[in-house]
């Protein structure tokens, strides 16, 4: 079935240094691909999503590149905010037939003022 | 705004008792999931549905049924509940094709 592997965590920065979570996923149909961030006491909330390979998507400064050929979709942001502390979560969908969103197992992170 | 409920919040419950865990949305969305949530495992699927009268089988369903009566409702029932089965549980719903789905709050089921 499909599956999403991403970065182990926790992750810890300091106040403006740049992040990368490692995402890749395996499906044998065409994916939409996503990242989810949950903060505490919150369920998981739609940070941005990318329905088409080799596409970039984007949002408060993160951004993923749909890679195709490399099955990955690696979030990254250039300066990373005490506020950006939470759980990410890479997930996937199928465009058609079962419409199962997948998650990755999350990745912690903290960062420090 | 999209909203989805999770009643109730917070649940204690002995082993070999049944479990009902109650999700509502208003949303007039066809998909609704079950997921629960344990350190190192992210969230897992345990049913899903695509709209009233339908259950599906997610990655984890052994030990779960699940309810869909109507558009608006998805129930999660624990018919023997296990120790096994502490965890939090996310509800969600999705539009056609998931362009974006929404959970509750999550239901925190301790099981003793």
């Known amino acids: 079935g499909d599956s999403v592997t991403q970065t182990e965590g926790p992750v810890t920065l300091s106040e403006g240094t740049s992040l990368t979570v490692n995402c890749s996923y395996e499906t044998k149909q065409y994916p939409t691909l996503f990242w989810y961030v949950q903060y505490p006491g919150e369920g998981p909330q739609l940070l941005f999503k990318v329905p088409k390979a080799n596409e970039k998507g984007s949002n408060r400064g993160f951004e993923a590149t749909y890679n195709k050929e490399a099955t990955s979709f690696h979030l990254q942001k250039a300066s990373v905010q005490e506020s950006d502390s939470a759980v990410y979560y890479c997930a996937l969908t199928q465009s058609s037939g079962s419409w199962q969103l997948i998650f990755g197992s999350g990745t912690q992170l903290t960062v420090m003022p | 705004e999209a909203a989805v409920t999770q009643s109730p919040r917070n649940k204690v419950a002995v082993t070999g008792g049944k479990v009902t865990l109650s999700c509502n949305q208003t949303?007039?969305?066809?998909?609704m999931y079950w997921y629960r949530q344990d350190t190192g495992h992210g969230l897992r699927l345990i049913h899903y549905?695509?709209?009233?009268?339908?259950?599906e089988k997610g990655d984890i369903p052994d030990g779960y049924k699940a309810s869909r009566p109507s558009q608006e409702n998805f129930s999660l029932i624990l018919e023997l509940a296990t120790p096994s089965q502490t965890s939090v549980y996310f509800c969600?719903?999705?539009?056609?094709?998931?362009?974006?789905?929404?959970f509750g709050k999550g239901t925190r089921l301790t099981v003793v």
């Open positions: 969600a719903s999705g539009g056609t094709s998931n362009t974006e789905v929404f």
């Open positions: 549905s695509y709209g009233a009268g339908s259950t």
């Open positions: 949303n007039n969305h066809n998909n």
